[in-house]
């Protein structure tokens, strides 16, 4: 290959330097986006002429000196962050939030996310028990709906199944192919792979309820849920609806919640005839079209 002029290995350096103010800016300004939905300078792409003015300037540059200090461990910002009395507020106004701080541009309040596509699928997997943690590897290219899969003239070719242990592997880790993207990803505003995204857009439409509750991927995973309440809570509904709700929402139900659950079980076996198995699937169908599922409050 000859020898390397060293200018790439020379920009990098340059660009990693804990001197360098503007990418120790740059990166945290990133992470605090993903973390609280909005980044402190709006336009994480361009802090030059162009862009747009940060909102929290000397919060910008605190944290900046922070990840120095910090050895440049990503790890710990996210610990910076994710500790902070900011990150931990209520979505909740306070009284006076609403009247000073309507848009939330002071962080008087949590601003409520929706689960990005990726967090999303990982989600329903996590909840069913069926995640696979492995960190690492090749891409991986799990099935995808017939549907999908016709709108390729060559599908086997350009989408060859990968081992079926890979087909339940963080979403990170889905090959991404232009002309056959992963349906749920895309319509819950996967990035485009196209081009550079540096903030993600989050839509309503009404396909993202469609896939919610009619997809083949969340009628699986709901499937798969169901399984393991009766695996880990057999023959007790209240105990299987209260795991349920626990693994979806991260808390313990309450008794009305856990009452209108059952009652909704029951009329699905009495009024529609389907067996207990097939009512706790609805059950959990339903569970991860749940706000409280979806976003994070």
């Known amino acids: ?99 000073l701080d309507a848009g939330n ?59 079926e242990d890979s087909w339940r592997r963080r979403s990170l880790y889905i090959h991404q192919k232009r002309s056959l993207q992963h349906p749920l990803l895309t319509v819950f505003d996967s990035a485009d792979v196209d081009q550079p995204c540096p903030v993600r857009f989050s839509t309503v439409q009404p396909t993202q309820a469609l896939s919610m509750l009619n997809g083949d991927l969340t009628i699986r995973e709901a499937k798969s849920l169901a399984r393991r309440l009766e695996r880990e809570r057999p023959g007790d509904l209240e105990a299987q609806i209260a795991l349920g709700r626990r693994l979806v929402s991260g808390r313990i139900p309450s008794d009305e919640e856990v009452a209108e659950a059952i009652e909704f079980v029951a009329d699905l076996e009495r009024v529609e005839g389907l067996s207990r198995s097939e009512a706790l699937e609805n059950l959990c169908l339903l569970l991860f079209n749940l706000n409280e599922f979806l976003y994070v409050d």
Do not use: C
Request: hydrophobic content about 40%; aromatic content about 6%; overall charge neutral.
């Open 105 to 163: 541009d002071l962080l008087s309040r949590f601003r409520m996310r929706r689960l990005t596509a990726e967090e999303l699928r990982d989600s329903m997997l996590a909840a069913n028990g069926t995640l696979d943690p492995r960190l690492g590897g090749p891409g991986v290219r799990p099935p995808l709906p017939e549907a999908v899969l016709a709108t390729s003239s060559r599908p086997e070719e350009v989408w060859p199944l990968t081992p």
């Open 1 to 99: 290959h000859g020898e390397s002029s060293g200018r790439r290995l020379a920009l990098a350096r340059w660009i990693a330097d804990p001197r360098n103010d503007l990418a120790m800016r740059s990166i945290v300004n990133r992470v605090w986006q993903h973390h609280f939905a909005r980044p402190i300078a709006p336009t994480p792409n361009d802090f030059g002429r162009f862009g747009e003015n940060p909102t929290h300037p000397e919060l910008l540059d605190w944290l900046a000196a922070a990840f120095v200090d910090r050895g440049m461990s990503l790890k710990e910002l996210h610990r910076l962050l994710m500790h902070s009395s900011t990150y931990r507020q209520s979505s909740v106004p306070g009284e006076d939030a609403l009247a």
